[in-house]
């Protein structure tokens, strides 16, 4: 009697725990499901900027931040939209929100540096490109823009072939102007030969 009771429980608790395997399945292919909605209606909106469709893209990024409010990235694209139509308020305030929301999204420090360089606010423009490389050292346009600061507003030309370089090797150095540019500056930072400092 004994060993069919012992039988039963070890029946019974397989069963309990085999119970809890199809929600655990379901909940985990709804989750894959949600995932996968998000990345195509994110690259959606992302197509719709790129063919010149702002407002469908922004419909679709305000879609996604609702349904997901605690994602920064949709944010990041509506900051990006209203950059380019030249909101630079409306575009501030989404890069912003993103980073409430996600503070490790380096682009949303990058468009926010961008920001300030359209206002003409190279100190501000800096301290956001730095941010966006101190989350991700391998973000080329930031390096890029950086460069740009140093090179016209900050005239550090050192810190400038520095960013410029390492944007070239970022992109596989196919930008030949600013490959040609960085060239000159080097020159420029080239001690003369036999002159006298002394």
């Not at 931040?65 to 139509?85: E, S, T």
Request: aromatic fraction near 8%.
């Amino acid at each position: 009697m004994r060993s069919n009771y012992l039988s039963l429980m070890i029946a019974l608790l397989l069963l309990a725990g085999c119970a809890g395997t199809p929600e655990h399945v379901v909940q985990e292919a709804s989750q894959q499901q949600a995932e996968s909605e998000t990345e195509v209606d994110m690259s959606a909106a992302i197509t719709a900027l790129n063919e010149g469709k702002p407002v469908i893209a922004e419909a679709l990024l305000r879609g996604l931040a609702q349904r997901h409010p605690q994602a920064g990235m949709p944010w990041v694209n509506i900051g990006l939209i209203h950059f380019r139509r030249g909101e630079w308020d409306r575009a501030q305030q989404a890069a912003e929100k993103a980073l409430v929301l996600q503070p490790e999204i380096n682009v949303a420090d990058y468009l926010l540096g961008l920001i300030a360089h359209q206002r003409r606010d190279a100190p501000l423009a800096l301290k956001h490109y730095q941010a966006s490389l101190a989350k991700d050292r391998q973000h080329a346009n930031s390096h890029y823009n950086l460069a740009l600061l140093f090179d016209t507003y900050y005239q550090n030309l050192e810190k400038a072939v520095f960013h410029y370089n390492r944007y070239l090797e970022l992109i596989d150095g196919e930008d030949e102007a600013t490959r040609s540019w960085v060239r000159e500056l080097e020159g420029q930072l080239a001690p003369d030969e036999g002159s006298d400092e002394s």
